[in-house]
């Protein structure tokens, strides 16, 4: 977990929202690897594992082939273009974290990966059934076909005004957002503020070998 990550994470208990606090085992650079973060609240604690912060367990998303020009749409689907920002990466597309970094310098949080990824070099991870993060606290979105109505709803309540948002087709787009554009996989949204932005165009998708 990248240590000024912790800032945006909140605990998903109900209650006001506030922060965590970190103790920490092991660390390496700015990476968190060990520890754990507790709410001052209703004193729940949730453990950080080889750079994973456990929220709740749920069942990492199934493993699949991270395909460079899958990232490179998906990163200009979302605009990842400074390092200022933060995006969210739920579920399978978790798996495209690494080219995406390679191609991006914003950073990465991932949300219930592919078990492979593991976390480090601007990308970080926490397992959770709805996303544990401060209101409007992040600059994009991606969620995967896995994801429920409440982690998709948690989710749009943490994008920043103008965020995007990335989404399957087979899913509708959220309340609030607009949409931007769509292929044949997936759409591309944007939260409604006073500032927008152009329209994305999304590269074409190269067809692969059977």
């Not at 506030?18 to 085992?25: E, K, P």
């Not at 990824?117 to 926490?126: L, Y």
């Not at 998709?152 to 609030?176: D, T």
């Amino acid at each position: 977990m990248f240590t000024p990550l912790v800032d945006i994470l909140r605990c998903p208990n109900v209650h006001d929202e506030t922060w965590l606090v970190a103790s920490i085992d092991r660390a390496e650079e700015r990476d968190i690897l060990e520890g754990t973060l507790g709410c001052p609240v209703c004193l729940a604690e949730y453990p950080i594992r080889a750079g994973v912060v456990r929220f709740s367990e749920v069942a990492p998303s199934p493993a699949m082939t991270a395909h460079e020009d899958d990232a490179v749409r998906l990163a200009a689907a979302l605009d990842l273009t400074e390092a200022r920002m933060t995006a969210v990466l739920h579920g399978a597309w978790g798996a495209l974290a690494p080219i995406i970094r390679g191609l991006s310098p914003a950073q990465l949080l991932l949300v219930n990966p592919p078990p492979e990824i593991a976390t480090g070099d601007g990308i970080s991870i926490v397992v959770a059934e709805t996303a544990p993060l401060a209101h409007a606290s992040v600059d994009a979105v991606a969620v995967d076909d896995s994801a429920t109505p409440t982690m998709i709803a948690s989710l749009v309540a943490r994008l920043r005004g103008g965020g995007r948002m990335v989404g399957p087709v087979a899913r509708p787009v959220p309340e609030g957002l607009v949409e931007l554009a769509r292929d044949d996989d997936v759409w591309v949204a944007r939260l409604e503020a006073a500032e927008m932005r152009s329209a994305p165009i999304l590269p074409t998708r190269r067809r692969r070998p059977d």
